[in-house]
C-alpha cells in the first residue's frame, strides 16, 4: 500500500533525526483532505467531501504507531504528533458556536494551497 511506503519513509527520517541527536520532535499529520479546497468547492466551500478522509484516517494511523515505535524505541525520544485532523475537524464543526462562517477556514485552506512563488 502506498501509505503504509510514505509513513515507512517518514519514520525512516525520524530516526535519522533522533541518530543525529534531536530527542523533542513534532510530527504533523494529514488535516482532513476533504476540506482541502478542491474538494470542498464543490459543495461552495461550505462542508467537506468526507468520502476522501479515509485516506488521512489510514496516514495518521499508520504515523502514531511509527511515532510511538521511534519513542519506545530510543531512549529520551520525545516524538509528538500535531493533531492537524483534530484541529482541522474541530474548527470546521464548531465555525458557527465561535461566530465565523465555516467558508472562511476553507478560504484560508485556499489561500494556503495557492502557490505564491
Not at 48 to 55: G, M
Request: glycine content about 8%; some cysteine; aromatic content about 12%.
Amino acid at each position: 500500500m502506498y501509505i503504509q511506503r510514505v509513513v515507512a519513509g517518514i519514520g525512516y527520517n525520524l530516526q535519522r533525526l533522533y541518530d543525529m541527536g534531536l530527542r523533542d520532535v513534532m510530527v504533523s499529520n494529514l488535516l482532513p483532505v476533504g476540506c482541502l479546497p478542491v474538494y470542498s468547492k464543490q459543495y461552495g466551500y461550505r462542508i467537506c467531501d468526507t468520502s476522501k478522509d479515509s485516506t488521512a484516517q489510514i496516514h495518521n494511523a499508520f504515523l502514531l504507531g511509527v511515532v510511538e515505535k521511534i519513542n519506545s524505541g530510543n531512549p529520551g525520544a520525545r516524538f509528538v504528533i500535531l493533531d492537524q485532523y483534530a484541529a482541522f475537524g474541530h474548527l470546521f464543526k464548531q465555525a458557527k458556536a465561535v461566530g465565523m462562517c465555516s467558508q472562511i477556514f476553507f478560504l484560508l485552506l485556499l489561500l494556503l494551497e495557492t502557490d505564491h512563488s
